[in-house]
């Protein structure tokens, strides 16, 4: 299936806008996952400009199990990460990879082991990995609710939309 984007932001660009069921082997993996499923591959054509900066990719990924690339311009940039969680993934591209004009992004198994996943809501943003990763930050402490003391804690944040 192809997709195609135009700019709309200077400083990111969306890609694609839903999820997609993408099937790698003939049988159904999930009670969940369509019995059909006709893509094996994900492929988007873009405009973009080609400014030679290093810039960031931001997939969301759910039941990633095996090798599933990441491909731009015909170079591999990294592969989607190999969890089953629904999660926000980021990817750097390398400067001078984004040409000025017509790209092309690739997502596809690396290999024909069977493997479900779902893969989407992509964007390009014309800023490093770092200054994307770096735009916030948060404090947290977390207390003991009998003796007001902080209590050593692991935290898991969520995006809901």
């Known amino acids: ?30 009670a969940s996952f369509p019995t059909v499923v006709n893509e094996k591959k994900i492929t988007l054509q873009f405009q973009s400009k080609g400014d030679n900066r290093p810039s960031t990719l931001c997939l969301r990924q759910f039941d990633v199990k095996q090798n599933w690339r990441i491909v731009l311009n015909d170079k591999d940039i990294g592969g989607l990460v190999e969890d089953e969680k629904d999660m926000y993934s980021y990817f750097s591209v390398p400067q001078n990879l984004l040409l000025n004009g017509q790209n092309v992004l690739v997502i596809r198994a690396a290999d024909g082991t069977p493997d479900d996943i779902q893969v989407g809501q992509i964007t390009l943003h014309y800023r490093t990995l770092q200054e994307i990763l770096s735009q916030t930050s948060i404090d947290v402490t977390v207390l003991d609710e009998d003796t007001g003391k902080t209590i050593p804690s692991r935290i898991t944040l969520r995006r809901t939309v």
């Open 1 to 30: 299936m192809c997709f195609f984007a135009v700019p709309g932001s200077t400083q990111s660009l969306e890609l694609d806008t839903v999820m997609h069921y993408l099937r790698n082997g003939e049988a159904k993996e999930w």
